[in-house]
T-cell receptor, first 109, second 112 residues
Framework: GQQLNQSPQSMFIQEGEDVSMNCTSS?????WLWYKQDPGEGPVLLIA?????ELTSNGRLTAQFGITRKDSFLNISASIPSDVGIYFC?????????????FGTGTRL | DVKVTQSSRYLVKRTGEKVFLECVQD?????MFWYRQDPGLGLRLIYF???????EKGDIPEGYSVSREKKERFSLILESASTNQTSMYLC???????????FGSGTRLTVV
């Protein structure tokens, strides 16, 4: 099955630094989602993007839906210790009624 | 808030055992999913279901089966557990696009 290319795989940063990660696909998606997984828990939805070019913020998090519909970016500003975790991108396809998500391999922060 | 509950956080089973992982959601969601999560591989879809008694194979269905007898409950079955099925298993549900999934807390299964 298809998986998204997510980078970087892991990052070590200092508190207060900004963080950027991205996800690319060979397929077009209608929806991009970003999740965060804390240790020992399931992923939790952070941001959802529904239109090409859309830029959406959630507190210190900002995500963008790429113009080509084949990529998405997540930025975290002024990182704090509780930002530690694994971040996953996910794309949802164009097929009507197809609810399946394709997930990236994760970025461990 | 939608709650997706997985019956066990940790399980240890022996090779060859039949294993049942249970997942229950409380918001009348149509769609339910089972993923496994392994380091470096992200989340891989095992099976999913769009309705009661309906199931479809995901990307890695081999060695697994599922059951959805009631809308709120989606069970993953390992017919004969093997060590390569040691993993974190995540259940998710969603009402419809474009809302994304709600995940359970996961079941970490170890097969010895």
């Amino acid at each position: 099955g298809q998986q998204l290319n997510q980078s970087p795989q892991s990052m070590f940063i200092q508190e207060g630094e900004d963080v950027s990660m991205n996800c690319t696909s060979s397929s077009i998606f209608n929806t991009w989602l970003w999740y965060k997984q804390d240790p020992g828990e399931g992923p939790v939805l952070l941001i959802a993007l529904y239109k090409a070019g859309e830029l959406t913020s959630n507190g210190r998090l900002t995500a963008q839906f790429g113009i080509t519909r084949k990529d998405s970016f997540l930025n975290i500003s002024a990182s704090i210790p509780s930002d530690v975790g694994i971040y996953f991108c996910a794309g949802q396809g164009r097929d009507f009624g197809n609810e399946k998500l394709t997930f990236g391999t994760g970025t461990r922060l | 808030d939608v709650k997706v509950t997985q019956s066990s956080r940790y399980l240890v089973k022996r090779t060859g055992e039949k294993v049942f992982l249970e997942c229950v959601q409380d918001m009348d969601h149509e769609n339910m999913f089972w993923y496994r999560q392994d380091p470096g591989l992200g989340l891989r879809l095992i099976y999913f279901s769009y309705d009661v008694k309906m199931k479809e194979k995901g990307d890695i269905p081999e060695g697994y089966s599922v059951s959805r007898e009631k809308k709120e409950r989606f069970s993953l079955i390992l017919e004969s557990a093997s060590t390569n099925q040691t993993s974190m298993y995540l259940c998710a549900s969603t009402l419809d696009r474009p809302y994304g999934y709600t995940f359970g807390s996961g079941t970490r299964l170890t097969v010895v």
